[in-house]
Structure formats: structure tokens, C-alpha cells
């Protein structure tokens, strides 16, 4: 093992790895040259040979910290993210565990399952541990920290970490990019727009910086000086997404033929040339332009790229919206329901990665009591939804019905939001919450009927905010106004948009298919004997 040691400081790893497979005939009872094989392997993306020699050190040590903490890295690598936290919540409580590489290595997994209060005590401990000489840089931890209250949308805190970094090193382009990423999910695009402009300064070749500027741009009708820093983003990294954004650019400035061409390069340079966002786009610019010949082979290359999706398991590159939409004329709507269900069930699987689990108590109607209804969306403002959804509130028997409004994107002042929070009798700004608290706090109220307003639009697909409605804060879920098809998702019971031979149930036992949502949604909530009895204890 001295041998080998010195070959690992001398960099000359096959003789190093000559050197253990000898220790290890010499003496097959130490953990050590398994240890060391496994992190060559492991540093290699031998992932297979890693852990097999890393079970050879199990059996020698199942105690060794050393081994529970390569196992928990080897499991992070493998996306085994509950099996990486508890090897390294194991190997850290062994004597030589608490170390500052440990603590930021546990709060990297912790943020990777979203338990993001778990991330910031750990990269705090690991802050705490660190000195010059930990062979750590402390910008890194700060990064993490950064990183984490972003995720948890405590955007000040993020800030204050972010700045700490740069007062520390002016020139750290990737702390200036962070910096700038959060301010834009803080709702500050124009900040963020300044600071990614210094990142790109202090480091030219960041690609994601001009990709990010780019969608900014764009999100301000700034078609033309987008173009120009997305023109930069696919020559430093010539990826689909990148092809993308520059595709919707040339789009929003009128150039159809070029966006057109750019959307087949996306899908040109993408893995198995399959990229569902770009052949959604070229198909919305091929019906602008009248390419019928053209749209008839992306329709089918679109239907057969879902087809694949769908069959070999994967999430769908194509919304339920932007297959409604795009391709509704074109093909068989049940591949819409298939879609559909496959979106709810990657929002079930996310609760699941995320270590949570969907509510299974509620509150009990008690006899007299008014019935909770909630309503909750990002379209509470000046938005379709906002403006649709006026003069609802009002129209509530507030002696019977007690109505909490959750909004999921705030605007600032707008008419339309005025009104809406003049005539709720409780309106929650929920937009700096994470779904997971949000579902809590909707939960706790003891809401007993949940009107979801965004459906598979608007912040229930680009926020992923439909999660808030897969983790089940309300005993009975109803899909209403904003998604027109079925949301195939287990954890919505009732439409008041859909018809029933499509997949979501009756709007309310007793009453025929035909019958217009509005004329339903109004007996639904005048006939409170209806749904009772679906709002009893499990």
C-alpha cells in the first residue's frame, strides 16, 4: 500500500492499480487496496467495477467510514439518492467522519432529494469546519448554500451568499451567474439581465449565461438583441436547447424561414435525433407559413417521437397543452389521455424522489360548519384566467361557503388582481412558496374542495406547480376552467372541463355528459349533500 501510495502522488495510476491488485493476492483481509481500486474506478466512470470492488470491501469492513462514504458518492453517481444520504449519514457518524469534504458532500445529495432545509445545516457544518488548509475552497460551501435557499425560494438569503463569494473572489464568473439566475426567479429580469452581462464579461465563454440572457430578452419582446446573444450561446455550446432558444428568437423576430431551419438543427444534434420541444416549435412556425408538405412529415415525426416517449417509459418533451394544441387535428386523441397520464405520474414520481408522500388526512365538514373551497392558480392577475375569473368570488353564499384563493404568480398593482383580492374573502400570495410548502399550508387551512384554475397551462407546466396538486392537500380535486381535455391524474376527481368518455370522472353523480361546465360547477356547489359524503375521514 506505501508503493501505492506513492505511484497515486506520482499520478502514474495503472502501476498504482498493478500495485493494489498485488496487495489485495498478497492479503486478502484489508479493506484498504478495495477501497483505493474502487475510487480509480469510480474516478474512471467504471461504475460497475466500483462497486464491485467496493462490496469486497464490505464484507472485510462494514463499518469502515471510509467505505460507507466512496458507497454513498458511487450511489449520488448512480442517482440513488436515499441510499447516498443514508451511506453518508452512516459513514459520518464513524470517529473520522465529520469532516468538512463529508458535510458538503451529504448536503449535495440532500439538495438532490430537495431536502433543502437538511442541505443549508449541512453545508453550515461544513463552514464551520472549514480553516485555509482544509483543501476546501470556501466558495464552493458559500456556492452550495447559495444554491440551496435559491431552491428554496429564500432569495434574500441567497443573495447575501452569493455577494459574500464575490467580496471573496471579484472574478468568479459562476457566482456571478448564480447570482443573476436567482434574481431573475426572484422576479428581478432586469437585474439579473445587468449581472449576467458582468458574468459574461469576467468569463466569455459561458454559454448558459447568454442562453439565460437570451430568454430574458425574449420574455421582454427584445427579439433582435436576443438573437444576437443566442447566436453566441450555440457557438459555445451547440446543443439542442441552445438551437432552440436561438429557433424562437429568429421566430419572434418574423424570420419563419430561419427559425424553421434552426429547430432541425435542435433535433439534428440531440441524442437519437429525437427533441420533442423542437419539432413542437417547427410545427408552429410550418402552420404560419402554409408548409403543408413540410407539416404533414413533422406531425408524423412528432406523433412517432411521442409514440417512443410513451413506450419505453420516458417523461414526454411535449406538455399535454402543446399537444393539444399543435397536434389536435393531426392525430388520434387518445394519444392526448396517454400524455396526459404520463405528465401526473413524472408529478407523482417527483414527490417521490423528493422524499415526500401525498396527504392522506384532511379535515373533516362538520355539521353547520361552511364548506373550504380553494382555488388555486398563477393566472390570479392580469392573465385569461384572472380575467375569467372575476366576479366569482363575489357570487359565493359566504353563509354556506368560506373561499381561499391561492395565487401561484403575483403581478404588482394590476387591476384585474385588485379586484380578485377585493372579493376573495382570503387571498394568499403563495408565489415564493415551494409546492411542497404551499401543499402544506393548503392542507393545514383544511381546505375540502380544490379548484385547480392552471390545469397543464401557465405555471402548472413551467413551474411544475402541478406537484402542489399531486401531493393531494385537498380530499377532493377538481380540474376546472383553465385545462379543457383530461388531466389523467389519479389525484384529480373531478372535471368541470372534461368529458367523461376521455378519462375524468362525472362533474357530479346524477348529472349527463353533455351538460355545460358552467350549469355543473354551479350545482356542484349548491348541492353540498353531493360532495359530503366524499369529504368524510378515510
Known sequence: MEAASQLAALK????????????????????????????????????????????????????????????????????????????????????????????????????????????????????????????????????????????????????KFYRRILRIEPSYAIAHYSLARAMDRSGDPFGALSVYTQATMVDPQLPHAYSNMGVILLNQNRA???????????????????????????????????????????????????????????LHYLIHTCNFERLREACRNLENTLNWELQTGQETGMTPVEALVLIGTYTDHSLFLRIARNFALRSLARVQQAGRAPFTKYARLKA????????????????????????????????????????????????????????????????????????????????????DVNGYTGEGVRQQRNIILALSPAKLQVNFLAWVASSGASFIQVSCAARDDVGDAVVVPGLRQDRQPSRVYTRLLRETALVAPLLLPL
Open 368 to 451: 353547520g360548519s361552511r364548506l373550504k373551497i380553494g382555488y388555486i392558480s398563477g393566472g390570479f392577475r392580469h392573465h385569461p384566467d384572472g380575467k375569467n375569473m372575476q366576479g366569482v368570488f363575489e357570487r359565493h353564499d359566504r353563509s354556506r361557503f368560506e373561499i381561499f384563493c391561492f395565487s401561484l404568480k403575483r403581478d404588482h398593482g394590476t387591476a384585474v388582481q385588485e379586484k380578485l383580492q377585493a372579493t376573495c374573502e382570503h387571498f394568499m400570495d403563495y408565489t415564493d412558496l415551494d409546492n411542497y410548502e404551499a401543499a402544506s399550508r393548503i392542507n393545514k387551512l383544511g381546505i375540502h374542495i380544490l379548484f
Open 224 to 282: 433582435e438583441e436576443a438573437v444576437k446573444v443566442l447566436e453566441v450561446a450555440v457557438r459555445l455550446r451547440p446543443t439542442s436547447a441552445e438551437f432552440d432558444n436561438l429557433g424562437d428568437a429568429y421566430g419572434d423576430s418574423a424570420r419563419y424561414e430561419d427559425a424553421i431551419d434552426t429547430y432541425q438543427q435542435a433535433i439534428i444534434v440531440s441524442p437519437n435525433r429525437i427533441y420533442p420541444k423542437s419539432y413542437y416549435s417547427q
Open 12 to 159: 502514474r495510476r495503472g502501476e498504482e492499480r498493478t500495485c493494489l491488485h498485488r496487495a489485495t493476492q498478497l492479503s486478502n483481509r484489508h479493506p484498504d487496496p478495495f477501497i483505493r481500486l474502487a475510487e480509480i474506478s469510480l474516478s474512471e466512470g467504471n461504475l460497475p467495477a466500483a462497486r464491485q470492488e467496493l462490496e469486497r470491501a464490505r464484507e472485510l469492513s462494514p463499518s469502515s467510514s471510509k467505505m460507507l462514504l466512496l458507497s454513498a458518492a458511487i450511489f449520488y453517481s448512480v442517482g440513488d439518492m436515499q441510499r447516498s444520504v443514508a451511506e453518508y449519514e452512516a459513514g459520518m457518524l464513524q470517529p473520522d467522519g465529520w469532516t468538512i469534504h463529508n458535510f458538503n458532500n451529504v448536503g449535495i445529495s440532500y439538495a438532490a432529494l430537495g431536502q433543502h432545509a437538511s442541505a443549508v445545516r449541512s453545508y453550515k457544518c461544513a463552514l464551520r469546519l472549514w480553516t485555509p488548509e482544509s483543501g476546501m475552497a470556501k466558495t464552493s460551501i458559500l456556492l452550495n448554500l447559495g444554491n440551496s435557499f435559491v431552491d428554496m425560494r429564500r432569495f434574500s438569503e441567497a443573495f
